[in-house]
């Protein structure tokens, strides 16, 4: 939008915008400044008169997202417009964007933070709800860019990195292993050894193999499996695309005409979709194992009675919806690790920031999760 000597980009304004804005840019500043060496911006309109405009100040201040492909192509601009001796200005509306301009050799410099007078009581309680909302748009939005990313890749597949997904399928499944044998074993074994004293006062010893046969499968196993993950892959999802973020590779990704999303945030999200329900599946037997041991020392039942009590109990079922839950505790974990840490701004700080905000939001999100699908399959008679 062209005013008096005013440019302004509004919305969100990503590298696939480029060339829109490239034209729209050019076409705006055609006639501006009289005829110098340097060529034009955009195609110049014959029989236009320059526009007798002292100077030109291109305003970001309404750009809700930019990229810094963006900040660049509007940095040149204004450097072929200082070339045509046109006097031209950048303003931006945030910190982040005035030293993301400034990175790219604009205008403006960094400017020291200003001291906000302390919130409290409800305007703390506002501010907080305020963000939530926020991060709540942001992760919908990065969701429906994600669904659209693997649209493209289901059409062209050569656009999905496939030489990462094995390292990353080892990295979040195979070195997990061990930790998610290990709890999920000791889970089945508390659980059934909680229950044993109370059990062997009825002379119902036989019902631990149906506790843990029904508890493991349907609701620990997925959720403590989940958490491991959460630790293990979430937190270093974050901390690795905050730190490839803060150090500029992703707008360098974007420059070279790499888009993020389907290059770097499917492939991850891919791999913990695939090893989510796998690690739930040893955690079952796992933790069956440790029901097991707790049986055969202290309720004395033998392992061939324990497992043909699970068989009477333990429906298909009862597993195979577990594994539905750790789908969607893999794919939920996947994309908020990945999109808090392609979010994350500043330094070092931002990056311990982006991964602690993303093992906090992942747990909310399992339980919730968790509970949308417990509620969901009563509703089925599952």
């Known amino acids: 939008m062209r005013g008096e000597g005013r440019l302004e980009l509004a919305g969100e304004l990503g590298f696939a915008d480029a060339p829109a804005i490239w034209r729209a840019m050019g076409d705006a500043t055609a006639g ?7 060529a034009p911006v955009g195609p110049a309109r014959g029989g ?10 291109i305003d970001l201040g309404r750009a809700t997202r930019i990229d810094g492909a963006i900040v660049a192509l509007v940095v040149a601009v204004r450097a072929r417009l ?22 790219y050799r604009g205008d403006e410099s960094p400017r020291p933070p200003e001291i906000r007078p302390r919130e409290r009581g409800l305007a703390r309680l506002g501010s907080a709800v305020d963000r939530a909302l926020g991060q709540a748009r942001e992760l919908i939005a990065f969701a429906g860019e994600l669904i659209a990313a693997i649209g493209a890749v289901l059409r062209r597949p050569d656009r999905l990195s496939w030489r990462d997904l094995p390292g990353l399928i080892v990295r979040a499944g195979t070195d997990g292993i061990p930790i998610v044998l290990v709890l999920n074993f000791l889970i089945g074994f508390v659980m059934a050894y909680q229950a044993a004293r109370q059990l062997a006062l009825f002379g119902a010893n036989i019902y631990a193999a149906d506790l843990v046969g029904l508890s493991v499968p349907r ?15 979430g937190a270093a999802y974050a901390a690795e695309l905050g730190t490839m973020g803060v150090s500029d590779e992703i707008d360098a990704l974007r420059t070279m005409g790499f888009a993020p999303v389907p290059y770097l945030v499917v492939p991850r999200v891919l791999a913990l979709v695939v090893v989510a329900p796998l690690l739930t599946l040893l955690g079952d037997v796992v933790g069956v194992v440790g029901g097991i041991i707790v049986g055969h020392a202290s309720l004395d039942i033998t392992p061939a009675g324990f497992l043909a009590e699970l068989r009477t109990a333990v429906e298909a079922s009862d597993v195979w919806t577990g594994l539905c839950k750790s789908v969607a505790f893999g794919a939920a974990i996947g994309l908020i690790g990945c999109q808090h840490g392609l979010a994350t701004r500043g330094a070092a700080s931002g990056v311990g920031r982006g ?28």
């Open 48 to 57: 236009v008169e320059p526009a007798r405009v002292p100077a030109l100040v």
């Open 219 to 233: 609701e620990l196993a997925p959720l403590m499996t989940a958490i491991i993950i959460v630790g293990r892959s």
């Open 32 to 38: 501006l400044g009289p005829p110098r060496d340097a």
């Open 355 to 382: 991964t602690t905000s993303t093992v906090v939001t992942c747990l909310f999100a399992i339980v919730v999760i968790d509970t949308v699908f417990t509620i969901v399959f009563r509703r089925l008679g599952v």
């Open 82 to 103: 200082l070339a045509r001796g046109v006097r031209c200005h950048i303003t931006t509306g945030s910190e982040q964007l005035r030293a993301l301009v400034h990175l």
